[in-house]
């Protein structure tokens, strides 16, 4: 996934502006070291709703979903994970592929909820930091505390996120693109790396 600014480092590459759509994609089948930060308990979350323009959070309320981890990482062999993975998922999250942009399940999805991994199903977004930034894949400004991880690219250029509970990959986040969000960053994240719990 790439910075959708034209002072990205990428830019350089790409002889037409980095806000067309085709230049959005790139793939990667890099390694990283996983990592494992025991999650904490968050009950009650609170979630509301993201306009699809600048973020912008409407009305709160409360439900009764509770992040929880396990006493340590969840560690499968690749045999294991091909057999409970589907084939596209098996190559984002555990290869480190990546989603053409605009094809993604939650791109353009805005319901209120809870956002969990979908290799082991550790809670990392909460809907109500979920916004609409353009670029084609799901963008959220923070996760749930302690659920994810961050692992610089070989190269520099880019910070790969995972979940922290089993190492799959999510995509990449980026920082100081002037989105008007509490954070200043994008989480940009592979739909088909999260399942969507909705709140109640």
Same mark, same amino acid.
């Given at each position: 996934? !790439?910075? +959708?600014?034209? $002072? ?11 806000? %067309? @759509?085709? %230049?959005?994609?790139? $793939? ?5 070291? /996983?990592?494992?930060?025991? +999650?904490? #308990?968050? &009950? ?5 709703? *993201? ?18 981890? =396990?006493?340590?990482? *969840? ?27 605009? !094809? =993604?399940?939650? /791109? ?7 956002? !969990?991994? &979908?290799?082991? #199903? ?9 916004? #609409? ?10 996760? +749930?505390? =302690?659920?994810? %991880?961050?692992?610089? /690219? ?9 979940? &922290?509970?089993? =190492? ?11 989105? @008007?969000?509490? !954070? /200043?960053?994008?989480?940009?994240? %592979?739909? +088909? ?6 709140? #109640?």
């Amino acid at each position: 996934m !790439t910075s +959708i600014l034209g $002072t990205s480092p990428l830019s350089r590459f790409f002889p037409t502006p980095i806000l %067309n @759509r085709s %230049n959005l994609f790139t $793939t990667h089948l890099k390694s990283s070291r /996983d990592s494992y930060t025991k +999650i904490v #308990n968050f &009950a009650g979350l609170g979630l509301g709703s *993201v306009s699809r323009g600048s973020y912008r959070s409407t009305r709160r309320f409360r439900i009764g979903i509770v992040a929880m981890a =396990g006493s340590g990482p *969840v560690q499968k062999s690749e045999e294991e994970w091909r057999a409970v993975l589907s084939p596209e998922q098996f190559r984002i999250l555990r290869q480190k592929g990546t989603e053409y942009p605009g !094809t =993604g399940q939650y /791109d353009k999805f805005y319901e209120e909820g809870v956002y !969990t991994c &979908a290799g082991c #199903n550790t809670p990392l977004y909460k809907s109500t930091t979920k916004f #609409n930034s353009g670029c084609g894949w799901p963008a959220f400004y923070e996760g +749930i505390p =302690g659920a994810i %991880n961050r692992h610089p /690219d070989p190269d520099g250029m880019r910070v790969e996120i995972t979940c &922290a509970a089993c =190492g799959g990959h999510l995509g990449h986040v980026f920082k100081g693109e002037g989105f @008007r969000t509490p !954070t /200043d960053e994008r989480h940009c994240v %592979n739909s +088909i790396s999260l399942k969507f719990t909705p709140g #109640n």
